[in-house]
Protein backbone atom coordinates (compact mmCIF):
# COMPACT_ATOMS: atom_id res chain seq x y z
CA UNK A 1 0.00 0.00 0.00
CA UNK A 2 1.39 3.33 -1.01
CA UNK A 3 2.34 5.78 1.84
CA UNK A 4 0.17 8.70 1.45
CA UNK A 5 1.48 12.12 3.46
CA UNK A 6 -0.65 14.50 5.59
CA UNK A 7 -0.24 16.61 2.90
CA UNK A 8 -1.23 14.02 0.08
CA UNK A 9 -4.48 12.89 2.01
CA UNK A 10 -5.57 16.80 2.60
CA UNK A 11 -5.38 17.30 -1.20
CA UNK A 12 -6.83 14.42 -1.81
CA UNK A 13 -9.99 14.98 0.49
CA UNK A 14 -9.98 18.76 -1.44
CA UNK A 15 -10.32 17.78 -4.61
CA UNK A 16 -13.09 15.20 -3.84
CA UNK A 17 -15.01 18.18 -2.05
CA UNK A 18 -14.14 20.29 -5.09
CA UNK A 19 -15.48 17.54 -7.59
CA UNK A 20 -18.74 17.28 -5.50
CA UNK A 21 -19.58 20.63 -5.93
CA UNK A 22 -19.02 20.82 -9.12
CA UNK A 23 -21.24 18.52 -9.69
CA UNK A 24 -23.97 20.15 -7.90
CA UNK A 25 -23.87 16.76 -5.47
CA UNK A 26 -24.58 19.18 -1.65
CA UNK A 27 -27.62 18.36 0.61
CA UNK A 28 -30.17 21.65 0.73
CA UNK A 29 -31.18 22.06 4.47
CA UNK A 30 -34.49 24.37 4.27
CA UNK A 31 -35.43 23.65 8.05
CA UNK A 32 -38.43 22.06 7.57
CA UNK A 33 -37.08 18.87 8.97
CA UNK A 34 -36.36 21.16 12.61
CA UNK A 35 -40.27 22.81 12.11
CA UNK A 36 -41.18 18.84 11.91
CA UNK A 37 -39.43 18.05 15.14
CA UNK A 38 -40.85 21.52 16.96
CA UNK A 39 -44.39 19.84 16.25
CA UNK A 40 -43.36 16.28 17.28
CA UNK A 41 -42.02 18.53 20.24
CA UNK A 42 -45.06 20.30 20.95
CA UNK A 43 -47.33 16.99 20.57
CA UNK A 44 -45.45 14.80 23.39
CA UNK A 45 -45.92 17.71 25.39
CA UNK A 46 -49.56 17.98 25.22
CA UNK A 47 -50.30 14.72 26.48
CA UNK A 48 -48.06 14.75 29.38
CA UNK A 49 -49.92 15.48 32.87
CA UNK A 50 -47.26 17.21 34.09
CA UNK A 51 -47.51 20.32 31.76
CA UNK A 52 -50.35 22.72 31.46
CA UNK A 53 -51.94 24.68 28.40
CA UNK A 54 -50.07 27.75 29.58
CA UNK A 55 -46.33 26.07 29.37
CA UNK A 56 -43.99 27.55 27.23
CA UNK A 57 -40.48 25.29 26.37
CA UNK A 58 -37.58 27.35 26.61
CA UNK A 59 -33.86 26.28 24.49
CA UNK A 60 -31.19 27.90 24.95
CA UNK A 61 -28.69 27.68 22.04
CA UNK A 62 -24.84 27.49 22.03
CA UNK A 63 -22.61 30.52 23.36
CA UNK A 64 -19.13 31.32 21.47
CA UNK A 65 -16.12 31.21 23.38
CA UNK A 66 -12.45 32.19 22.84
CA UNK A 67 -9.21 30.76 23.39
CA UNK A 68 -8.12 31.34 26.80
CA UNK A 69 -8.77 35.69 27.32
CA UNK A 70 -7.74 36.50 23.16
CA UNK A 71 -10.20 37.25 21.08
CA UNK A 72 -9.15 34.51 18.89
CA UNK A 73 -12.58 32.40 18.91
CA UNK A 74 -12.65 28.52 19.05
CA UNK A 75 -14.56 25.81 16.64
CA UNK A 76 -18.28 26.68 17.66
CA UNK A 77 -20.42 23.78 18.14
CA UNK A 78 -24.14 24.28 18.29
CA UNK A 79 -26.08 22.82 21.60
CA UNK A 80 -27.58 19.49 20.84
CA UNK A 81 -31.28 20.06 21.66
CA UNK A 82 -31.48 23.55 20.13
CA UNK A 83 -29.93 22.63 17.27
CA UNK A 84 -32.96 19.31 16.78
CA UNK A 85 -35.43 22.34 17.55
CA UNK A 86 -34.31 25.19 15.06
CA UNK A 87 -31.44 24.38 13.32
CA UNK A 88 -29.76 27.67 13.86
CA UNK A 89 -26.09 28.02 13.25
CA UNK A 90 -24.89 30.67 15.08
CA UNK A 91 -23.86 31.28 18.68
CA UNK A 92 -25.79 33.09 21.49
CA UNK A 93 -29.46 32.78 20.11
CA UNK A 94 -32.57 31.46 22.18
CA UNK A 95 -35.79 29.60 20.95
CA UNK A 96 -39.09 29.52 22.88
CA UNK A 97 -41.99 26.88 21.90
CA UNK A 98 -45.46 28.06 23.01
CA UNK A 99 -47.35 24.41 23.87
CA UNK A 100 -50.49 25.28 23.39
CA UNK A 101 -50.21 27.33 20.61
CA UNK A 102 -47.31 26.02 18.69
CA UNK A 103 -46.17 29.20 17.99
CA UNK A 104 -42.35 29.79 17.96
CA UNK A 105 -40.02 32.68 18.60
CA UNK A 106 -36.26 32.74 18.30
CA UNK A 107 -34.25 35.78 20.80
CA UNK A 108 -31.01 36.91 19.18
CA UNK A 109 -28.16 38.99 20.56
CA UNK A 110 -28.35 42.68 18.93
CA UNK A 111 -25.13 42.71 17.60
CA UNK A 112 -22.59 45.83 17.68
CA UNK A 113 -22.68 47.87 14.13
CA UNK A 114 -18.95 47.10 13.56
CA UNK A 115 -19.59 43.51 12.97
CA UNK A 116 -20.93 44.24 9.89
CA UNK A 117 -16.75 45.13 9.11
CA UNK A 118 -15.30 41.84 10.39
CA UNK A 119 -18.61 39.40 9.56
CA UNK A 120 -20.23 40.69 7.17
CA UNK A 121 -24.02 40.93 6.82
CA UNK A 122 -26.05 41.39 10.31
CA UNK A 123 -29.06 39.73 9.17
CA UNK A 124 -32.53 41.34 10.54
CA UNK A 125 -35.33 39.93 12.59
CA UNK A 126 -37.81 39.17 9.37
CA UNK A 127 -34.49 37.71 7.86
CA UNK A 128 -34.02 35.40 10.89
CA UNK A 129 -37.79 34.83 10.78
CA UNK A 130 -37.90 33.62 7.10
CA UNK A 131 -34.76 31.46 7.37
CA UNK A 132 -35.58 29.56 10.32
CA UNK A 133 -39.34 29.69 10.10
CA UNK A 134 -39.98 30.47 12.82
CA UNK A 135 -43.21 32.52 14.04
CA UNK A 136 -41.61 35.46 15.69
CA UNK A 137 -37.88 36.73 16.43
CA UNK A 138 -36.71 39.19 18.83
CA UNK A 139 -33.50 41.13 20.65
CA UNK A 140 -32.23 39.74 23.73
CA UNK A 141 -32.16 42.96 25.22
CA UNK A 142 -35.55 43.36 24.95
CA UNK A 143 -36.94 39.72 25.45
CA UNK A 144 -39.20 41.53 29.18
CA UNK A 145 -40.80 43.56 27.04
CA UNK A 146 -41.91 41.21 24.33
CA UNK A 147 -42.62 37.89 26.17
CA UNK A 148 -45.82 38.85 27.95
CA UNK A 149 -47.16 40.47 24.21
CA UNK A 150 -45.87 36.91 22.29
CA UNK A 151 -47.15 34.70 25.25
CA UNK A 152 -49.75 36.14 27.13
CA UNK A 153 -51.23 35.30 30.62
CA UNK A 154 -49.35 33.33 33.67
CA UNK A 155 -47.11 30.76 32.46
CA UNK A 156 -44.67 27.82 33.13
CA UNK A 157 -41.44 27.68 31.83
CA UNK A 158 -40.07 24.42 30.87
CA UNK A 159 -36.42 24.00 31.26
CA UNK A 160 -33.90 21.60 30.37
CA UNK A 161 -32.84 19.01 33.00
CA UNK A 162 -31.09 15.59 33.14
CA UNK A 163 -28.37 13.57 32.59
CA UNK A 164 -26.60 12.05 29.68
CA UNK A 165 -26.75 7.96 30.12
CA UNK A 166 -23.44 7.49 28.50
CA UNK A 167 -21.47 10.39 29.85
CA UNK A 168 -23.11 10.93 33.13
CA UNK A 169 -22.80 14.41 32.76
CA UNK A 170 -25.58 16.58 33.60
CA UNK A 171 -27.46 19.43 31.58
CA UNK A 172 -29.50 22.14 33.38
CA UNK A 173 -30.25 24.78 31.21
CA UNK A 174 -31.00 28.06 33.63
CA UNK A 175 -34.19 30.33 33.22
CA UNK A 176 -33.24 33.72 31.45
CA UNK A 177 -32.59 36.24 33.83
CA UNK A 178 -35.80 38.41 32.44
CA UNK A 179 -37.84 35.78 33.24
CA UNK A 180 -36.90 34.70 36.43
CA UNK A 181 -40.23 35.53 37.96
CA UNK A 182 -42.09 32.48 35.86
CA UNK A 183 -42.91 29.20 37.73
CA UNK A 184 -40.49 26.44 36.46
CA UNK A 185 -40.87 22.84 35.19
CA UNK A 186 -37.39 20.89 35.14
CA UNK A 187 -38.66 17.83 35.17
CA UNK A 188 -40.72 17.30 31.31
CA UNK A 189 -38.62 19.03 28.23
CA UNK A 190 -35.24 17.01 28.86
CA UNK A 191 -36.91 13.25 29.32
CA UNK A 192 -39.49 14.18 26.26
CA UNK A 193 -36.59 15.60 23.90
CA UNK A 194 -34.47 12.31 24.58
CA UNK A 195 -37.21 9.77 23.50
CA UNK A 196 -38.25 12.02 20.21
CA UNK A 197 -34.53 12.32 19.57
CA UNK A 198 -33.96 8.57 19.65
CA UNK A 199 -36.63 7.99 16.88
CA UNK A 200 -35.55 9.69 13.48
CA UNK A 201 -37.83 11.15 11.01
CA UNK A 202 -37.55 10.31 7.30
CA UNK A 203 -35.94 13.93 7.06
CA UNK A 204 -33.22 12.77 9.55
CA UNK A 205 -32.40 9.60 7.88
CA UNK A 206 -32.48 11.30 4.22
CA UNK A 207 -29.54 13.33 5.84
CA UNK A 208 -28.26 10.74 7.96
CA UNK A 209 -27.52 8.96 4.55
CA UNK A 210 -26.04 11.77 2.37
CA UNK A 211 -23.84 12.54 5.52
CA UNK A 212 -22.55 8.49 5.86
CA UNK A 213 -22.49 8.64 1.22
CA UNK A 214 -20.00 11.87 2.10
CA UNK A 215 -17.91 9.98 4.89
CA UNK A 216 -17.76 6.34 2.95
CA UNK A 217 -16.04 8.39 -0.05
CA UNK A 218 -13.70 10.08 1.76
CA UNK A 219 -12.15 7.07 3.29
CA UNK A 220 -11.94 5.28 -0.03
CA UNK A 221 -10.50 8.58 -1.38
CA UNK A 222 -7.62 8.65 1.23
Known amino acids: TRYLTPR ?4 IVMQAKRQRVQKGDLYAIDFSMHKENRERLVQA ?24 NSDNEVLFRQEQFFQWAFGVRDADYDGYIDVATGYTMLCIPRLDPAYLVWMGHIPSLEEVKAQYGVDGCCYKDELE ?16 HGTN ?3 GIELSQPAPQALQSL ?15 MIKTEKEIDLMRHINSISSQAHVAV
Do not use: W
Not at 8 to 11: C, D, F, K, P, T
Not at 183 to 197: G, H, P, S, V
Open 8 to 11: QRSQ
Open 45 to 68: LRKRADVGNNAVAFLAGGTMDTLS
Open 145 to 160: SVFPERFPGERELLLL
Open 165 to 167: SDS
Open 183 to 197: KRNTDALYDTMIRLR
